[in-house]
């Protein structure tokens, strides 16, 4: 019953964001974010304050979730800081060898610490290399048998 309630509650406070002025959401942001708004942006006051107000009714993102975006964030700006986060847990050991015969051809890709070999080449993704094997389209963890395990969530 609680969950209908909140529910309830947070459509009418969304809906009544778009009944307000510029003024009036930027003194929402005040109460809500606890600084000034940034801008005088309506689509952007609007969309932070409908995000924030569903978040301090249902909870924000879980903690892995921020980690990940974190890390993400790092890569992107070119920090190295915790790059070990986002790592594939499908990735096999580093140094380990898949081999995957194509056409009747053997191809061996050895696992870097931040990809994967393939004649001598480096790949970021085991889907390019399989794109590179078959010229088509591939998920790479599959072309190369490579599943999550199920005890892994």
Do not use: C
Request: hydrophobic share 40%; net charge positive.
């Amino acid at each position: 019953m609680m969950q209908k309630q909140d529910n309830a509650q947070v459509l009418a406070r969304l809906a009544a964001l778009k009944a307000m002025t510029v003024v009036e959401l930027k003194t929402e942001w005040q109460t809500l974010m606890g600084s000034a708004a940034p801008n005088n942006s309506r689509s952007f006051l609007e969309q932070r304050l409908a995000y924030r107000i569903q978040e301090l009714t249902f909870g924000g993102l879980s903690k892995p979730v921020r980690q990940l975006l974190d890390a993400l964030a790092d890569e992107v700006e070119g920090k190295k800081v915790r790059k070990s986060v986002i790592s594939d847990p499908r990735n096999p050991v580093i140094g380990t060898r898949l081999v995957r015969e194509w056409n009747g051809a053997e191809h061996v890709i050895t696992v870097l610490k931040d990809g994967f070999d393939w004649q001598g080449r480096r790949y970021k993704s085991l889907s390019a290399i399989a794109r590179d094997i078959t010229g088509t389209q591939w998920n790479g963890y599959r072309f190369f048998g490579l599943r999550e395990r199920k005890d892994a969530a």
